[in-house]
């Protein structure tokens, strides 16, 4: 069975500023894909970046960025210039290939700091 | 997400009283998901869709059960509400073969007093 793991149940940064959340994950799978979700206080969940596994190229979504390291099974969001709005819990997922149901890790709470 | 909507979205019910969660998808997706959302825990699978009449259990299945008679529809049913089951519950759905992430409903806070 998978597990995700995040370690960091709560964290803050200045506006403007850059901060990373980790993520790791434990599978026996070669191929899957990997997510970072967003829930802001209106309990939408909003996807932020997705990664698949067997491109070794980092996804990129404007601010957003992540470090996928496949050997350390880490998959780690990195937001730059952070705004007032990115203020909510970040939720990261894995999904096998063929699978359709996620898995994911208990959530990392964020603060935006004026 | 305007394709899905769940009803109703709060709700206070008592210990040991029936309740029935409704997902109304108009996205046509084969899969729909039940999670529940506790703090600690992320997201946990209840049950899943994989068409109509065809479910399945996920992590977190006892003392719930689901239907599914269309495809737009995906219920979901405490049958004797517990407080362990005090939750946000959200529902997804999947287009199928499309691993791009699930389409989410805006959740039910469900309080058992």
């Known amino acids: 069975a998978q597990t995700v793991t995040q370690s960091q149940p709560e964290m803050s940064v200045q506006e403007a500023e850059t901060v990373t959340l980790s993520c790791t994950y434990d599978?026996?799978?070669?191929?899957?894909?990997l997510f970072w979700y967003k829930q802001p206080p209106s309990r939408q969940m909003i996807l932020v970046i997705r990664?698949?596994?067997?491109?070794?190229q980092n996804a990129t979504e404007n601010r957003f960025s992540v470090n996928f390291q496949k050997a350390a099974k880490s998959f780690s969001l990195k937001i730059s210039d952070s705004q007032l709005g990115d203020t909510a819990m970040y939720f990261c997922?894995?999904?096998?290939?063929?699978?359709?149901?996620?898995?994911f890790g208990p959530g990392t709470r964020l603060s935006v700091l004026p | 997400d305007a394709g899905i909507t769940q009803s109703p979205r709060h709700k206070v019910t008592e210990t040991g009283t029936p309740v029935t969660l409704r997902c109304h998808q108009t996205e046509n997706h084969r899969y729909m998901y039940w999670y529940r959302q506790d703090p600690g825990h992320g997201l946990r699978l209840i049950h899943y869709s994989y068409g109509v009449k065809d479910t399945d259990k996920g992590e977190v299945s006892d003392g719930y059960s689901v239907s599914r008679s269309k495809t737009e529809d995906f219920l979901l049913t405490l049958e004797s509400a517990t407080s362990s089951q005090t939750s946000v519950y959200f529902c997804a759905t999947q287009l199928q073969g499309a691993n791009y992430g699930y389409t989410f409903g805006s959740g039910t806070r469900l309080t058992v007093v």
């Open positions: 997922a894995f999904m096998k290939v063929y699978g359709q149901n996620f898995v």
């Open positions: 599978t026996s799978e070669s191929n899957y894909y």
């Open positions: 990664q698949e596994a067997y491109k070794q």
